[in-house]
């Protein structure tokens, strides 16, 4: 007779399966909360206890912790002293392990203390899969509920197969890898650890990636919150790689202000920003920076969005539009628009690190959190009190703009972006430009030469701010005060390459 070791967490699905394995004439033994579930549901089963002739013991903590149970897994069926010890010990062979752990995944993102987070730690779940994966050609190892279905077409057919049972044990070690990797972070938390472990589940596949020969899927924490893990999709078509991604960037722009502020984005790449008293006024400034390039981008608001501001959204062709939230006026508005992403955001962004792909490795840093409005004014002239409340506006910007990054701001507006360009003049002209009559310049470098402040002067820039740390930031000093120009140093530097 064949036996099954039942032990889950999560019991969806399982009474089923379990009679199924009864008609096939397999054995099942049990432990916990599952033994007693099973038996209320007239399994005919097996306590573990009565297997080990142990009892368990520590609250539980051991029980399944046994050579009865893993000499039962482990044994190589055609390993004639491995099957000898079995028979002299009185062990019988384990064919199945049917094993979901403990929701660590989701306790540690719940608001309990740290001693119930590691009670959340399971131990002898993940032991029993990883030697029931290790065993596969011998063990069939099911470690989700959703691999039910698969295992009994397979036993109705006649036998699992081996790829089959191959792929059950490397979900194991997939689950089991990015359990450990969990728990290791928890424990972690705030280092830069020897081994770099991370532990993401898939949310979707994805149509394809940048391109469309490029295949795609989208994974979220397994183990932290964040905006781009928790929102909800109201209207429109599925999300795509590149819409997740600039949505993430779009919505950590809005957030960098408290009152309402809008960010229009095209390419990961700011191109209107706006703060105003309200939605809709926030939302026209970032929409008149560049109405060309916000054509088939995103916008971000970071308040509600209302009937008003809705109706102007409606009258150009977006991908999408995020926000906290929207009036129901809003949502029948927008939702007129079929293909039209809308997307509720429950949170504001709260990544503490990042990560960045390179060939054969991976850098980690900590996400730019850092922002100081103490600037220190270099120059005879001071900045007025809007043209200071445009130099804050405009270094929060920068902040989300490709170095090298020049924002021009007026009023509370983005009124030109220069972005990615290969060194700092161009990005300044090409800032002024779009400008106009922009009244500030903010940059995300400092200036080793006097070229930026000349350009300022002849565009009738009156304030600029930079990092500041150059040798040379004297010549820059004296070239504003020869314009007429005022000039703070920041202190922090915002590349974003």
Same mark, same amino acid.
């Given at each position: 007779?064949?036996?099954?070791?039942?032990?889950?967490?999560?019991?969806?699905?399982?009474?089923?399966?379990?009679?199924?394995?009864?008609?096939?004439?397999?054995?099942?033994?049990?432990?916990?909360?599952?033994?007693?579930?099973?038996?209320?549901?007239?399994?005919?089963?097996?306590?573990?206890?009565?297997?080990?002739?142990?009892?368990?013991?520590?609250?539980?903590?051991?029980?399944?912790?046994?050579?009865?149970?893993?000499?039962?897994?482990?044994?190589?069926?055609?390993?004639?002293?491995?099957?000898?010890?079995?028979?002299?010990?009185?062990?019988?062979?384990?064919?199945?392990?049917?094993?979901?752990?403990?929701?660590?995944?989701?306790?540690?993102?719940?608001?309990?203390?740290?001693?119930?987070?590691?009670?959340?730690?399971?131990?002898?779940?993940?032991?029993?899969?990883?030697?029931?994966?290790?065993?596969?050609?011998?063990?069939?190892?099911?470690?989700?509920?959703?691999?039910?279905? =698969?295992?009994?077409?397979?036993?109705?057919? /006649? %036998?699992?197969?081996? $790829?089959? +049972? #191959?792929?059950?044990?490397?979900? &194991?070690?997939?689950?089991?890898?990015?359990?450990?990797?969990?728990?290791?972070?928890?424990?972690?938390?705030?280092?830069?650890?020897?081994?770099?472990?991370?532990?993401?589940?898939?949310?979707?596949?994805?149509?394809?990636?940048?391109?469309?020969?490029?295949?795609?899927?989208?994974?979220?924490?397994?183990?932290?919150?964040?905006?781009?893990?928790?929102?909800?999709?109201?209207?429109?078509?599925?999300?795509?790689?590149?819409?997740?991604?600039?949505?993430?960037?779009?919505?950590?722009?809005?957030?960098?202000?408290?009152?309402?502020?809008?960010?229009?984005?095209?390419?990961?790449?700011?191109?209107?920003?706006?703060?105003?008293?309200?939605?809709?006024?926030?939302?026209?400034?970032?929409?008149?920076?560049?109405?060309?390039?916000?054509?088939?981008?995103? =916008?971000?608001?970071?308040?509600?969005?209302? /009937? %008003?501001?809705?109706? $102007?959204? +409606? #009258?150009?062709?977006?991908?999408? &539009?995020?926000?906290?939230?929207?009036?129901?006026?809003?949502?029948?508005?927008?939702?007129?628009?079929?293909?039209?992403?809308?997307?509720?955001?429950?949170?504001?962004?709260?990544?503490?690190?990042?990560?960045?792909?390179?060939?054969?490795?991976?850098?980690?840093?900590?996400?730019?959190?850092?922002?100081?409005?103490?600037?220190?004014?270099?120059?005879?002239?001071?900045?007025?009190?809007?043209?200071?409340?445009?130099?804050?506006?405009?270094?929060?910007?920068?902040?989300?703009?490709?170095?090298?990054?020049?924002?021009?701001?007026?009023?509370?507006?983005?009124?030109?972006?220069?972005?990615?360009?290969?060194?700092?003049?161009?990005?300044?002209?090409?800032?002024?430009?779009?400008?106009?009559?922009?009244?500030?310049?903010?940059?995300?470098?400092?200036?080793?030469?006097?070229?930026?402040?000349?350009?300022?002067?002849?565009?009738?820039?009156?304030?600029?701010?930079?990092?500041?740390?150059?040798?040379?930031?004297?010549?820059?000093?004296?070239?504003?005060?020869?314009?007429?120009?005022?000039?703070?140093?920041?202190?922090?530097?915002?590349?974003?390459?």
């Amino acid at each position: 007779m064949k036996r099954a070791l039942i032990s889950v967490f999560d019991k969806t699905g399982i009474v089923e399966f379990a009679n199924f394995l009864i008609s096939q004439g397999v054995e099942i033994i049990s432990t916990g909360g599952t033994y007693r579930h099973l038996k209320e549901n007239n399994i005919a089963v097996l306590d573990v206890a009565e297997v080990t002739q142990a009892e368990e013991m520590l609250d539980g903590r051991v029980k399944t912790l046994h050579p009865i149970i893993h000499g039962g897994i482990l044994a190589v069926r055609n390993n004639e002293e491995h099957m000898k010890t079995l028979e002299e010990r009185n062990i019988t062979p384990i064919d199945m392990v049917i094993v979901n752990l403990y929701p660590f995944f989701k306790e540690v993102q719940n608001d309990i203390s740290f001693e119930a987070k590691v009670e959340f730690i399971d131990i002898g779940g993940p032991t029993m899969l990883r030697s029931a994966a290790k065993s596969f050609k011998d063990v069939v190892v099911i470690s989700n509920t959703s691999d039910y279905d =698969v295992v009994k077409e397979e036993m109705e057919a /006649g %036998k699992v197969t081996f $790829e089959t +049972k #191959k792929r059950l044990a490397g979900k &194991v070690f997939n689950l089991t890898s990015a359990y450990d990797a969990a728990i290791s972070n928890f424990l972690l938390e705030g280092e830069m650890p020897e081994y770099l472990s991370t532990s993401y589940v898939k949310k979707m596949d994805l149509r394809y990636g940048e391109n469309p020969h490029q295949k795609s899927a989208y994974y979220v924490s397994t183990t932290e919150n964040g905006a781009m893990k928790d929102f909800e999709q109201l209207n429109g078509k599925e999300l795509s790689f590149n819409n997740i991604r600039d949505m993430d960037v779009a919505w950590k722009v809005a957030n960098e202000f408290e009152v309402p502020a809008c960010c229009g984005l095209k390419h990961s790449t700011p191109c209107g920003v706006g703060i105003a008293e309200n939605v809709y006024d926030a939302y026209m400034k970032a929409y008149n920076c560049d109405p060309i390039s916000i054509f088939g981008g995103i =916008v971000a608001l970071n308040k509600k969005v209302d /009937g %008003k501001t809705a109706e $102007e959204l +409606k #009258k150009t062709f977006l991908e999408i &539009v995020i926000a906290p939230d929207f009036t129901e006026e809003a949502l029948t508005i927008l939702k007129t628009k079929k293909n039209l992403r809308i997307i509720k955001a429950y949170q504001k962004p709260c990544d503490k690190v990042e990560y960045v792909k390179v060939d054969g490795g991976i850098l980690v840093q900590d996400r730019d959190t850092a922002f100081s409005d103490d600037f220190k004014v270099v120059t005879e002239k001071s900045p007025t009190e809007l043209e200071m409340t445009d130099l804050v506006f405009g270094m929060k910007v920068v902040k989300h703009v490709k170095s090298n990054a020049i924002v021009v701001v007026k009023d509370g507006m983005a009124k030109g972006i220069g972005t990615g360009e290969t060194n700092r003049i161009w990005a300044t002209k090409q800032a002024i430009e779009r400008a106009g009559d922009g009244a500030i310049l903010a940059s995300d470098a400092f200036f080793p030469f006097r070229d930026v402040v000349d350009a300022c002067a002849t565009a009738k820039i009156g304030a600029i701010a930079q990092p500041g740390g150059s040798m040379r930031d004297q010549e820059s000093i004296d070239a504003c005060n020869e314009h007429g120009i005022s000039m703070v140093l920041t202190g922090i530097r915002h590349f974003k390459h």
